[in-house]
């Protein structure tokens, strides 16, 4: 496939729509408990580093059940995000909507303007589609400076990351010491996709409207495309690289240790 093929693939799919409550909300078995479990882990982190523990959120379904949960909990944790520049106005629309329906300022965390302008005269606009070093590149651009920046005087961060998004985080713990000795908090560890539309659902929390387009992850927008019926629920990103490379670097860091909750 060429550049420009990768390029136009997204824009040639129609994916149909769908309500992703309706297709997916439905809790596992032992979905009660995990709620309490979050909700314990969730207190805890945010009594041990008050005042630097911040909720780096990607905007997407997971992210959106933490700050939920953070709101109504009323917890004193910052919430952030990433405007790389390259998102889906589908997805910058919720940052508004998060401080409207929950009275909590949201953190927006951008590339440096002179980095981004560098990148692209020397690499092109579609840089990432043509190599594996590139597309990390344009992430470190984007992504991992900006996350530099919102982690920079904090001792504990909080993601979504869930066991079931991909191989590469099927041992995602619920605590993990980084080697920097900041900890990161993954209270939705063994969460499903299903329990988390069931909270969704249960709590009418806002959510993107590209996941009713089949778009279970979303990131940047050249860099995601709609899933078919049996695909990997992250086969959308990136989906001209090998499975094995899907990471930017955002929770690729080694760990000093790993606990379960």
Not at 88 to 94: D, V, W
Not at 219 to 246: H, L, M, Q, S, Y
Request: charged share 25%; aromatic share 8%; glycine share 6%.
């Amino acid at each position: 496939m060429t550049v420009s093929e990768i390029s136009n693939f997204s824009s040639l799919q129609a994916p149909a729509k769908a309500s992703a409550i309706a297709l997916y909300a439905r809790p596992s078995a032992h979905f009660a408990a995990k709620l309490d479990a979050t909700i314990e882990l969730l207190r805890a982190a945010a009594q041990d580093h008050r005042g630097a523990i911040v909720q780096a959120t990607s905007l997407g379904a997971e992210d959106m059940v933490v700050t939920d949960l953070i709101a109504r909990l009323g917890l004193p944790v910052a919430i952030g995000t990433l405007e790389t520049g390259k998102l889906h106005p589908q997805t910058s629309a919720l940052i508004p909507r998060i401080e409207q329906r929950y009275e909590l300022p949201v953190e927006v965390y951008r590339p440096r303007e002179e980095q981004v302008v560098h990148f692209v005269r020397k690499n092109g606009e579609d840089a990432m589609y043509r190599s594996l070093e590139l597309r990390k590149g344009c992430c470190s651009v984007r992504k991992m400076e900006p996350l530099g920046r919102m982690l920079e005087g904090r001792t504990a961060w909080v993601t979504g990351l869930r066991r079931e998004q991909s191989n590469n985080r099927g041992t995602v713990p619920f605590i993990e010491t980084e080697a920097n000795g900041r900890t990161k908090v993954n209270p939705l560890a063994d969460w499903t996709w299903n329990d988390v539309w069931h909270y969704i659902a249960s709590h009418d929390v806002p959510y993107n409207p590209l996941h009713d387009e089949f778009m279970p992850s979303i990131g940047c927008e050249p860099c995601t495309r709609a899933i078919a019926v049996g695909e990997d629920f992250r086969a959308g990103r990136w989906w001209w690289e090998d499975e094995a490379a899907k990471e930017c670097g955002l929770h690729a860091t080694k760990t000093a240790e790993t606990a379960a909750a």
